[in-house]
């Protein structure tokens, strides 16, 4: 294969988008609540992270969006969850989402919200996760809850119309 059919090969392959958060815990006692963030740009809550840039690797970005978003700069611990969302409205490409294991914050009072994205963040037990979240983010942000008690990651699927 020449350089430019290897070239045409790639180019002509399914890309996708991604996105990385961090699952950060208030304790590590049997019953953790976990740090959300309110967006200024929607509605609900989320995990702290965000879209990653041009190769960059999905731990690096976890702890690139961390620093901003946050003001902290946090190990990056392992890998709790991988999701999968489709195409959707205006976004015509999947979006593949990694959840890491953000730690433990033991003083919130370090935490610098990024004012032109953050209205707020708040320590939320599992069991409050569906009032803030969308039900699919709610869904693997317990994920990862689960697999960072159990040490066993997990994937996430979204229903796609391919399925």
Sequence with gaps: MGLMDEQDWYASLATMYGSAA?????????????????????????????????????????????????????????????????????????????????????????IRLQKEELDDWRFVPPSDFDAYLPAFMAERVRAAATARATGKAAYVPAESPLS
């Design 22 to 110: 961090a699952l950060i815990a208030d304790s590590d006692g049997p019953s953790p609540r976990f740090l959300l963030v309110k967006p200024n740009y929607r509605d609900h809550w989320s995990l702290p992270g965000g879209i990653l840039e041009h190769g960059e690797p999905p731990h690096v970005g976890c702890f690139r969006e961390v620093e901003e978003e946050l003001g902290l700069a946090r190990e990056v611990g392992a890998l709790l969850v991988t999701a999968w969302t489709p195409p959707e409205g205006p976004r015509p490409r999947p979006i593949m989402s990694f959840i890491f294991d953000g730690g433990v914050l033991t003083d919130p009072g370090t």
